[in-house]
Structure formats: structure tokens, C-alpha cells
């Protein structure tokens, strides 16, 4: 739907109480996962790791 990013960024903070909270924004190209190393070498010289990683 497009909106994960802007829902992550809106609403979630770490910390252990109000007064320790830090806000973790969170970057496009964290929709995605990387690829494990041992899977892109199965898959062919040369395979593209997804962006931002």
C-alpha cells in the first residue's frame, strides 16, 4: 500500500519510558531485506544486492 515507511516514522520510538525515548526513522530502502551473501552466490555471478544494503 505504500504507507509503511511514513507509518514507522509516525509512530514507533525505542526506549525503556517517556523520558528516554528516541525516535529510529526508518529509510525507503528498509521495505526490502538484504540478501544473504550465501544466496546471491548460489544465484549467479554478478547478482544485484537490493538497494541501500
Given at each position: 500500500m505504500g504507507v509503511l515507511?511514513?507509518?514507522v516514522?509516525?509512530?514507533h520510538t525505542?526506549?525503556?519510558a517517556s523520558t528516554n525515548e528516541?525516535?529510529?526513522?526508518?529509510q525507503d530502502f528498509q521495505v526490502?531485506?538484504?540478501i544473504p551473501q550465501?544466496?546471491?552466490d548460489l544465484?549467479?555471478?554478478?547478482?544485484p544486492q537490493n538497494p541501500g544494503y
Open positions: 515507511v511514513s507509518q516514522n509516525k509512530y525505542f526506549g525503556s528516541k525516535v529510529f526513522p526508518m526490502r531485506w538484504p550465501d544466496q546471491i544465484m549467479a555471478p554478478n547478482f
